[in-house]
């Protein structure tokens, strides 16, 4: 009871000096002191906001090029960055549209190898070969300098759309192959000789093979010379590859692949002749090891006999 009634009594005495110091404060009054003394005031440069990065201070510094080879302008940038003199702790990376590019250039290119694997899987189970595929697969490397080649003679950059145009060739070069090389594969099966086989399907897909080829390229020349509206700087660059790559490719794959494949099969086929000798002799001697042993059990039969 004392100690409730103790309680109370302090709740009050605590109650009446805050009541107290708040009629005070009505009679306080203060003059006021200038910034001036307390610190000294100047202008100086600061950032209007700071912005982190995975609680690193970072700075991002924005230029819109006046080009349009977004490659040309990212190396001259990082040239310039790697002029300068940094201080200690500081360091400067390029970002933005450049960085996507970069990404994206490494994706397609996965994305071409991956494409290559496929056709050659394919290739394989249909030919039951592994080295006929890899003939056929010459006509890509030829067909991506192809490609290069017409971006420079054009003054085109080499973007995005230029990559996934070198993706698109990765097939379309390789069917006119398979075409040709089908056909010499059903004489061979038919019991022709190399040469013949060679030279009547390369002579019966001369044609098929060309005109194939100039249906493409001559569908691509309105979107090339970007007489397509909208979307030109897209669609130009990739119609330019596509040109240049099917230009080379097909030039190469009437003249390459047909000497590819006849030096491939005529090393096989004197690979295979010496190997039949070489078993026909082995058949031979072994024929002739046994007749000597005939031979000489008829002559131990003939003396045991005349004894």
């Not at 709740?11 to 203060?30: F, P, W």
């Not at 200690?88 to 694997?117: H, K, N, P, R, Y």
């Not at 496929?118 to 890899?134: E, G, Y």
Request: proline fraction near 4%; aromatic fraction near 2%; hydrophobic fraction near 50%.
């Amino acid at each position: 009871m004392r100690d409730a009634e103790s309680e109370a009594a302090e709740q009050q005495a605590e109650a009446d000096r805050l009541t107290q110091a708040q009629k005070d404060l009505a009679n306080v009054s203060a003059v006021p002191i200038p910034v001036s003394a307390v610190a000294q005031v100047g202008e100086e440069r600061a950032a209007a906001a700071i912005t982190r990065i995975d609680g690193v201070r970072t700075v991002t510094v924005s230029a819109t090029p006046t080009g349009d080879d977004l490659s040309a302008t990212t190396l001259a940038v990082r040239e310039g960055l790697a002029g300068l003199d940094l201080p200690s702790g500081v360091t400067a990376s390029v970002g933005g549209v450049a960085q996507d590019q970069e990404e994206s250039f490494a994706q397609l290119g996965l994305a071409m190898l991956i494409a290559i694997v496929l056709v050659f899987i394919v290739m394989v189970a249909t030919f039951r070969s592994l080295l006929q595929p890899l003939i056929l697969l010459v006509s890509v490397p030829f067909a991506a300098t192809g490609a290069i080649a017409a971006l420079l003679i054009t003054g085109t950059p080499l973007g995005i759309p230029s990559m996934i145009g070198l993706l698109m060739l990765i097939g379309i070069v390789v069917t006119n192959a398979i075409v040709l090389i089908d056909l010499v594969n059903s004489y061979r099966a038919r019991g022709d000789g190399i040469d013949d086989a060679v030279l009547h399907g390369a002579r019966l897909r001369l044609r098929p093979i060309i005109m194939t080829a100039c249906a493409t390229i001559f569908a691509l020349v309105p979107m090339s010379l970007g007489l397509t509206g909208g979307g030109v700087f897209i669609s130009q660059s990739l119609a330019i590859v596509v040109i240049g790559g099917l230009v080379s490719s097909t030039l190469l794959t009437l003249i390459l692949v047909p000497v590819l494949y006849l030096l491939l099969e005529r090393r096989t086929e004197r690979r295979l002749e010496k190997r039949e000798r070489k078993r026909t002799a082995k058949a031979a001697r072994h024929e002739a090891e046994e007749h000597d042993e005939q031979t000489d059990e008829d002559l131990d039969a003939i003396l045991t006999t005349n004894r």
